[in-house]
């Protein structure tokens, strides 16, 4: 049964205090498709439901649970395109293929009605619509799991891509401006996290020192990172990392960003198992514990954030998650912020303090060890510059490196607590995850 | 090539009106005596919706920082790559800003830090946008 999304569950104000439910929610699986770079329109074997559903057996095998046991289901219902992809939300081939494949659902979109209907769930109580993305459905989930709205949560973030159609066609084809876009697209702002931070990042350089490419350092070790993940886009088509003169060399988007400053569009879908922290120590592999959750949209104060308005906006974010996980930032092990564009990650390394970095600072900390095996491990899942646009890296290397499990990105510090997030500076959400409940 | 073309709707169009007629007015907070752009239907700074007024403003301002889009994904703007996008601030209140092109200005050579003032340009039959040119 279908539930639509109105339970009060974000933690988006500051001052809200510890989490009620710390630690008595946990994350018990997590699963992966194959991440390629786009469908073949094709073949349905490898379409975005094929790869949901996938996935979805992955984590419910590594949790130990049976499809009768979910009962519920949280499901970003949009494609990363977004409503510049294509003709909006309507991507696929015509005509569409034999059910499940007879629309939009299953090959470009999915949602958690679709996957009920495939995989067969029949015990779902609670399946939002309208879902965001996965910076925030973590959130929403742990809140749904420790109010008790449902005991066993499947969260699933499916990212679609076809060719040669990546947010350039709908809205960006259009000779007008409306809404919102009237006061950006007439000067060539299409909108997104590129342009949201490209400024702030000139600003920073200006205010702080330093070039865009001592970004270098970072992006090379997103790209090594990479390759030590089993399941990414780099590791699993040998996109070794870059050299300095490759960063250097490289084609610029949007001056000084450059391509490979950009993560790379895949298609590709993950699935994590949330469950209660009692449930959790009978199911099959270690649970990690959610210790924190906190979203934020931020509204801009005028058309163009500016730095000030990003550290600002980055120091609440931080602020809201210590202080609802009772941790400060030396408490952190573990920290996977996001890296869609590398500009942006700075300013929430500097907002959280993680190992002691101070706003300014960040450069010159990229320019030091922060390898895996050293002693600041910094983003130790490669991110989405490392494994392609899941948007999910971030969480699942958080889990493993509680776990113990990363392999050959394993830390060589203390790994007990994890910050990972899908979020811009002005909207998003941050999951803190412990290997302990306390 | 020519520039995309806004869509006033009903908040927006006495803005528009107001650049058609080579006027930049902007709203203005009675309630906590702040300006605002683009408008919105309550005051960012403080919430009111009562106290939002419309009022002319100087059109002087500072180039904070550009960019250079070199690969952007505006149909209508492709041929015009590279061009130069930059950040003007307000002179009456630095913390309201605006995009602009800087006509005039070749791609790579923004004087970050100059003078500029409003100036407008017409990108349909009728309809003008508010630019920003760098004052000599």
Redo the contacts between chains.
Sequence with gaps: MTSSNDFQWRRDRDGLGVWEHRGKVAVAGYGHSPVDRRWDEKNLDTSLGAYTIMACEKAMEQAGVTIDQVDGIVCCDSHIAGA?GGTASQWAPRPYFDPPYDSEYGLTLINAQWLIDTMGFKNVKFAPTGVPTIGEMVGMASQAVGDGVCSTCLVIYPTGNMEGRY??GGE?????????R?????????GGNDFIN??PH??YL?KYGGEHEDLVHFVRNQHKNGMLTPWGYNATHNVQPISVEDYIGS???????RIWDCDRPVNASAAYLFTTAERAQDMKSQPVYVLNHSQHNF?F????P?LDEVEMWTDRQAARMYEGAGLGPADVDIFNPYDGYSIMTQFFLEGFQWHGVKRGEALSFYAGDISVKGPHPFSSSGGNLGNGRTRTAMYTDSIEQLRGTAGDRQVNVRAETALCAFTTPSSGGWLMLGKHPS | MPKIIPVPDELSQPFWDAVNEQRLILQNCTACDKLQYPPQASCQACGSADGLEWTDVEGNGHIAAYIVIEDGRLNRRMLDQPYNLALVTLDQDPTVNFYSNLPGVPAYEVPVGAAVEVTFEEVAPGQLIHEWRVVE
């Design positions: 510049s947010r350039r960006n084809a259009d000779d007008y401006a409306r809404g919102a009237q006061w950006t697209v007439p000067w060539g702002n299409h490209i400024f000139r600003q200006t084609r610029p988007i949007l001056n000084p960003l509204r104060r005028t058309t163009q500016d």
